[in-house]
């Protein structure tokens, strides 16, 4: 392994002294430090996903954004509207934290996002975050932040795009808990799902106005050659969706700096996806959310050495969830209300602190709790970074959480950044993060599950060590990572009712490769490489060296992907492949409960007829490659409960209309 890693790095310092030219705009980001940072100088490694690296992506929703990122897996429990979650360099869902304008979207309910239920026309860029982050954000933070950042209402402007999703027609066995039944290839596939979109940009004034939403329904009754496993072409049964956004917003100056308000509002409608036997036909799900934010920045609070970001944010969020075959109906409401202020003081060009707190409050109520639970969390922090030198910046940090149901927790981190050139750094960063238990994992209870409330918070401790070039021919960013998680929590399966207990613990070490290379001024090419070599060191009880060579459920060791784009103002053409390696469903990485490794092909084209229509096609899973995401098969070949059978070849064409 280090012969391949100090071959690699050869062969990008071979890349670097031949595509030498003058130096990009260094992006601004500010996720990792909670203040306005170059990419370059930024300790941690961050990727910018632009919104037009949105609008070329076509994705519906986050997820589809989100997965052509390196190191970044997307857990996949079904097609349009379906639940989708994340992962970053092999951690669960629940330890990588989701911001909205840097206001946390995980609650303390259940942990993780959706990602399916947070669409693209509302957002300007997103950052994306590798690596422990809890001491800027808190708990969660463990794999990475995922930070949304939406638009701003520069000017007038409207927008509207439709789209529509097809699959090819065939005959087809639908498996349900009363048996096979026939299905005739039906037109209708040509017509499964539709998405419609408007985003609306204004002035009045010195106030910028901007509102919009959007409409999606998905039959989702794809057909897939599943011959391999069951012995037939099956169609996906139980998966149908509707939902439906709005979002409006202003911003305006206010006392030398800029105020901005936002709303959103939605709701979604969907058939719980399953098994080809579970749950029922008859089971729905119903998301409704609500959130609101008001924020003030300025660059200049009574001095020109301090600045002040302050935050306030409500959410509510209700999920109603009905299978007349496993009664009663689950209902949980949570509130979400906090408030967050960071500022900055420069003492001088040499040395800055970057300070703040939090207060977050939590409350939930739910048919699977015995009684409602809340839950306080106060926090503060302190980041100071020093130039020793013009090259040379030191970051150390520390934050201090109190809650009101768990021992406070301090979280610390040291970063480094030198400087190498105008357009490439070297970084270095160690610290720790965690996680505290969800409300969901600590008292939920029905007559299969019951949750845990001597559960102890996961704590992890990480560091890595890497590169990153901006130029404008060749941008490249490469480090060598490891984690070491303790207490992680996960249900034990072996007794029954299920309960969660902190039962793992696991070692991480991996590399991670991005790099772009414009080779003309319309040809691009794009390549990721995540290498996560897992191992789990504990267990249920069970004790592992690094000699059993373990690998942590659902982390495969290889990702790959590769893609390839013209663009010349009016045409761009994309082609991309991914490769996700072989996963294990079950610690004792049963060869039967594998997930075998898939190849994904896909490629887009958009073509502006006019300044204000364009028009677009993309063809997904070109291969029409059969695979599962989420869980095995056993030793009879069936897949394991609960598994998901992903979309085959699917065409997708839209129309967008700028004004």
């Known amino acids: 392994m280090r012969r391949n890693v100090l071959c690699l790095l050869a062969f990008i310092a071979c890349l670097h002294a031949w595509a030498q030219q003058p130096p990009e705009l260094n992006e601004v980001v500010v996720t990792a430090t909670r203040i306005e940072s170059p990419l370059l100088e930024s300790p941690s490694f961050v990727t910018v996903i632009s919104q037009k690296d949105i609008a070329d992506s076509g994705a519906a929703d986050l997820s589809g954004v989100l997965s052509?990122?390196?190191?970044?897996?997307?857990?996949?429990?079904?097609?349009?509207?379906?639940?989708?979650?994340?992962?970053?360099?092999?951690?669960?869902?629940?330890?990588?934290?989701?911001?909205?304008?840097?206001?946390?979207?995980?609650?303390?309910?259940?942990?993780?996002?959706?990602?399916?239920?947070?669409?693209?026309?509302?957002?300007?860029?997103?950052?994306?975050?590798?690596?422990?982050?809890?001491?800027?954000?808190?708990?969660?933070?463990?794999?990475?932040?995922i930070n949304i950042i939406t638009k701003k209402p520069n000017g007038p402007g409207l927008t509207l795009e439709v789209t529509n999703g097809s699959y090819i027609p065939h005959d087809a066995t639908a498996v349900t808990g009363t048996g096979p039944s026939f299905v005739p290839a039906s037109p209708m596939s040509l017509l499964d799902n539709q998405k419609l979109s408007l985003s609306l940009t204004s002035r009045l004034g010195d106030v910028g106005l901007m509102g919009g939403g959007s409409l999606a329904r998905g039959a989702n009754a794809f057909v897939w050659d599943d011959t391999a496993v069951l012995g037939d072409w099956r169609q996906r049964n139980n998966a149908q969706s509707f939902s439906g956004d709005a979002f409006a917003g202003l911003q305006t100056p206010f006392l030398g700096g800029s105020m901005s308000a936002r709303g959103t509002v939605a709701r979604s409608d969907i058939g719980v996806p399953g098994t080809a036997l579970y749950p029922s036909s008859q089971a729905d799900q119903t998301d409704t959310s609500a959130s609101g934010s008001i924020s003030y920045q300025t660059n200049q609070f009574f001095t020109d050495a301090l600045t002040l970001d302050l935050k306030s944010f409500y959410r509510y969020e209700e999920l109603t969830y009905n299978d007349p075959a496993f009664p009663p109906e689950s209902i949980h409401h949570t509130h979400s209300a906090s408030v967050d202020l960071t500022q900055k003081l420069a003492f001088s060009e040499e040395v800055s602190a970057v300070y703040g707190g939090s207060a977050w409050f939590d409350y939930a109520d739910s048919t699977n709790f015995a009684s409602a639970h809340q839950r306080l969390n106060l926090a503060g922090f302190l980041s100071v970074p020093v130039s020793p030198l013009e090259a040379l910046t030191f970051t150390p940090s520390i934050r201090y959480d109190y809650f009101s149901d768990f021992p406070g927790y301090l979280s610390f981190q040291l970063g480094s950044v030198l400087s190498l050139s105008e357009v490439s750094s070297l970084k270095i960063q160690f610290g720790s993060a965690y996680r505290t238990p969800t409300l969901n994992e600590l008292y939920w209870y029905d007559p299969y599950d019951v949750g845990n409330p001597n559960l102890k918070p996961e704590t992890s401790y990480s560091g890595e060590i890497g590169f990153s070039v901006a130029e404008k021919l060749l941008s490249i960013d490469a480090s060598v990572f490891t984690r070491l998680v303790f207490d992680q929590i996960n249900w034990d399966t072996t007794q029954f009712p299920a309960t969660p207990v902190n039962i793992s613990e696991a070692l991480l070490p991996g590399a991670e490769v991005h790099a772009k290379l414009n080779l003309t001024e319309q040809i691009s090419f794009e390549a990721d490489y995540t290498f996560i070599y897992s191992l789990l060191l504990q267990y249920l009880g069970q004790n592992y060296s690094l000699s059993d060579d373990l690998r942590v459920p659902y982390v495969p060791v290889h990702d790959v992907r590769v893609s390839a784009k013209y663009e010349d103002g009016t045409t761009t053409a994309t082609v991309e492949m991914q490769y996700v390696g072989q996963k294990f469903s079950d610690p004792a990485n049963t060869q039967s409960w594998a997930l075998a490794g898939y190849v994904l092909l896909n490629a887009g084209l958009k073509r502006a007829v006019t300044q204000s229509l364009s028009l677009s096609v993309k063809l997904l899973n070109v291969l029409n490659t059969t695979y599962y995401t989420v869980a095995g098969f056993n030793s009879m070949g069936f897949p394991v409960d609960p598994s998901y059978p992903m979309p085959p070849f699917s065409l997708e064409t839209g129309v967008q209309v700028h004004m």
Do not use: C, F, W
């Open 68 to 145: 052509e990122q390196s190191g970044v897996v997307i857990n996949n429990y079904g097609p349009q509207g379906q639940l989708k979650t994340i992962s970053v360099r092999g951690s669960s869902s629940d330890q990588v934290l989701v911001l909205l304008d840097g206001m946390r979207l995980n609650s303390s309910r259940d942990g993780s996002v959706d990602l399916s239920q947070i669409p693209t026309e509302n957002i300007d860029h997103i950052e994306v975050v590798r690596g422990s982050a809890s001491t800027m954000y808190g708990t969660g933070a463990i794999g990475g932040v």
